[in-house]
């Protein structure tokens, strides 16, 4: 019993000996307070959003820096995922229950979430947590992501109007050829160019997409409007139609007819994998449709690192709930939905994580100039995160890039207001109701669509053919129940 004690006092006096040995080295050699919360354990968060960037490299030095303000003001990390391959890598994650606390979706693949239970509803963590985005955003664009009279998304401060039936062009073939963009005052205007770089450069594809021509022109309402019916006449006009009988539709289908016949769009559409910033940086490119805003020139030129032009044959809309193009959501396998509420509240307010996001890190990826602009650091000829600024929460909080006026952002905010808005803007079909339906009808539309409206098929063929799968799917049930939607709202809403 003795010895046992003796041990017991010696095990005592030793472990006395090492806490002061420790607090001793402590009071010698202090820990840095940055030093010590990168060891610390915090929760983390999962954000997501769909694009491309330069290099892991490049978004682990944005993360980096972002954690060192979610630390301090949230007691937090994030991860972000950014994904090039995003509708089928977030289903996977939504479906195997993996932790994904925030993501920003469009209206398409919201609904779909929305339909599938995958979202928290917003309203009692907005008003507990998102004071900062009430002010930043106002409660009538905020309501414009109701679902129903309730809140699952929230917009994200932007563009909200386009430029319509608009394209990107090179300055230096334009320069090459003594061409000035306000001669080209038409879309035949832009053909004439077409045929010129066809007999004088035949190793650049005179235009090509990254996605279908058809985003680009101004047939409908937007968001659901092909396989649902939509509002012609930039929404103007309250009647909803089917989309695919219109003139407009076919006469689009006979353009880009034409355009591939002759040559414009190459004759390698869908075998081609390269991306179109590759082939706009290699030159082999001379155009690309994109919808007009202020900034956009300077904004594409960054990206691409050519110096590109714009042309609008359109004019400039908010021609469906563009407010709810892209929300920002909380899903259902978030960890804490409260501190994801907190930290898009950061997200909205803060700018130094609004500039992390859109332009990538000081002194790296942008330099400060002595009048206030940012510009790229000496050597580089692009931005790799600028591309993908317009989908992030806040970007009327940013800099302004070189080129651009300062006062953009508000110059931004007036191109919003004095555009033509859509009758459906606050209006979100929920496509519940015929789900089975409208999936098959999307299944089937985007079978056809890249063949149909690229071009590669006769447009009177093609659109007979797919009509009449889409009208023996239920093509007209969907379109009735989304006038019967849009009825109601109107009179609950307008």
């Given amino acids: 019993?003795?010895?046992?004690?003796?041990?017991?006092?010696?095990?005592?006096?030793?472990?006395?000996?090492?806490?002061?040995?420790?607090?001793?080295?402590?009071?010698?050699?202090?820990?840095?307070?940055?030093?010590?919360?990168?060891?610390?354990?915090?929760?983390?968060?999962?954000?997501?959003?769909?694009?491309?960037?330069?290099?892991t490299k490049d978004l682990q030095l944005v993360q980096d820096e972002l954690n060192k303000i979610t630390r301090k003001k949230l007691?937090?990390?994030?991860?972000?995922?950014?994904?090039?391959?995003?509708?089928?890598?977030?289903?996977?994650?939504l479906s195997g229950k993996e932790q994904l606390d925030i993501m920003t979706i469009d209206n398409q693949m919201y609904m779909e979430a929305y339909i599938n239970q995958n979202l928290w509803e917003l309203d009692d963590l907005l008003d507990q947590y998102g004071s900062g985005i009430k002010e930043a955003l106002g409660m009538e664009n905020i309501n414009a992501c109701r679902i129903k009279g309730k809140l699952y998304g929230l917009p994200n401060n932007r563009d909200f109007a386009a430029g319509w039936d608009a394209y990107m062009l090179?300055?230096?073939?334009?320069?090459k050829y003594n061409i000035k963009k306000e001669d080209i005052k038409s879309i035949e205007d832009l053909e004439k160019v077409f045929d010129l770089l066809l007999e004088k450069e035949p190793d650049i594809t005179p235009i090509a997409s990254?996605?279908?021509?058809?985003?680009?022109?101004?047939?409908?309402?937007?968001?659901?409007?092909?396989?649902?019916g939509g509002h012609l006449n930039y929404g103007q006009d309250e009647e909803i139609v089917n989309i695919f009988e219109t003139d407009e539709y076919m006469e689009n289908l006979k353009r880009v007819r034409e355009w591939y016949l002759k040559?414009?769009?190459?004759?390698?559409?869908?075998?081609?994998?390269?991306?179109?910033?590759?082939?706009?940086r290699e030159g082999t490119v001379f155009s690309y449709p994109q919808k007009g805003k202020p900034g956009i020139e300077r904004q594409e030129s960054m990206s691409y690192g050519k110096e590109l032009v714009i042309v609008q044959f359109g004019e400039n809309a908010i021609s469906y709930?563009?407010?709810?193009?892209?929300?920002?959501?909380?899903?259902?396998?978030?960890?804490?939905?409260?501190?994801?509420?907190?930290?898009?509240?950061?997200?909205?307010?803060?700018?130094?994580?609004?500039?992390?996001l859109s332009y990538g890190v000081e002194n790296i990826?942008?330099?400060?100039?002595?009048?206030?602009?940012?510009?790229?650091?000496?050597?580089?000829?692009?931005?790799?995160?600028?591309?993908?600024?317009?989908?992030?929460?806040?970007?009327?909080?940013?800099?302004v890039w070189e080129g651009n006026p300062l006062d953009?952002?508000?110059?931004?905010?007036?191109?919003?207001?004095?555009?033509?808005?859509?009758?459906?803007?606050?209006?979100?079909?929920?496509?519940?109701?015929?789900?089975?339906?409208?999936?098959?009808?999307?299944?089937?539309?985007?079978?056809?669509?890249?063949?149909?409206?690229?071009?590669?098929?006769?447009?009177?063929?093609?659109?007979?053919?797919?009509?009449?799968?889409?009208?023996?799917?239920?093509?007209?049930?969907?379109?009735?129940?989304?006038?019967?939607?849009?009825?109601?709202?109107?009179?609950?809403?307008?």
Wanted: net charge negative.
């Fill in 75 to 93: 007691g937090i990390e994030v991860e972000l995922k950014v994904l090039d391959n995003f509708k089928n890598t977030i289903n996977l994650m």
């Fill in 1 to 55: 019993m003795k010895t046992n004690m003796k041990k017991l006092f010696i095990l005592l006096v030793i472990a006395c000996a090492m806490s002061g040995l420790m607090l001793f080295l402590r009071w010698c050699h202090p820990v840095n307070k940055e030093q010590q919360a990168e060891h610390e354990e915090y929760e983390k968060l999962v954000v997501a959003y769909s694009g491309s960037i330069g290099g």
């Fill in 365 to 399: 990826h942008y330099v400060k100039t002595e009048d206030g602009h940012i510009k790229l650091p000496t050597g580089a000829a692009s931005n790799v995160f600028i591309k993908g600024s317009w989908k992030m929460p806040n970007q009327f909080i940013t800099y």
């Fill in 321 to 356: 709930n563009s407010l709810a193009a892209l929300p920002w959501v909380i899903t259902k396998n978030s960890i804490s939905k409260e501190k994801s509420m907190q930290l898009l509240n950061l997200m909205y307010t803060d700018a130094d994580i609004m500039n992390l």
């Fill in 170 to 175: 090179r300055k230096d073939i334009l320069d």
């Fill in 263 to 280: 040559g414009y769009m190459g004759d390698r559409i869908l075998e081609d994998t390269q991306s179109l910033r590759d082939k706009i």
């Fill in 408 to 494: 953009l952002w508000e110059r931004m905010d007036e191109y919003n207001n004095s555009a033509l808005r859509s009758c459906e803007i606050g209006f979100n079909f929920d496509v519940s109701e015929v789900s089975t339906e409208y999936i098959t009808l999307e299944k089937i539309y985007n079978k056809y669509k890249p063949i149909l409206e690229s071009g590669l098929v006769d447009p009177e063929e093609g659109l007979r053919e797919m009509l009449g799968e889409l009208n023996a799917n239920g093509l007209q049930e969907v379109i009735a129940e989304k006038r019967k939607q849009f009825e109601e709202w109107k009179k609950e809403y307008k």
């Fill in 210 to 228: 990254s996605g279908s021509m058809f985003g680009n022109f101004a047939l409908a309402d937007g968001i659901n409007s092909f396989p649902a």
